[in-house]
Nanobody
């Protein structure tokens, strides 16, 4: 189970820090990721992090987003800086790069002036 939070309305150039509390016996050893889906678009993997902390990002967010995790707390984070209108979407966490069939409700990020 995944419970995402931290989204909101922010102006371009602003920042948000998303959190995902994960439950499950083995989540601490899984590669986890943040996905996003804008209306009418396919869900895409934005960033992922291995259990040891190695990270990967799509080109459009490199240098602006930072994924991290606290395995002891079973929590995944996404720090988003210099947000752009095209970052507006519902954000979800899940296993990566192949997600499980279980999705949380997501957290909405809207970047608008």
């Amino acid at each position: 189970q995944f419970v995402e939070s931290g989204g909101g309305l922010v102006q371009p150039g602003g920042s948000l820090n998303l959190s995902c509390v994960m439950s499950g016996r083995y989540v601490s050893i899984l590669t986890m990721g943040w996905f996003r889906q804008a209306p009418g678009e396919r869900r895409e993997l934005v960033a992922h992090i291995t259990s040891r902390g190695a990270t990967n990002y799509i080109d459009s967010v490199k240098g602006r987003f930072a994924i991290s995790r606290n395995n002891a707390a079973n929590t995944l984070y996404l720090q988003m800086n210099n947000l752009k209108p095209e970052d507006s979407a519902a954000y979800y966490c899940n296993g990566a790069p192949l997600p499980t069939d279980i999705w949380g409700q997501g957290t909405q990020v809207t970047v608008s002036a």
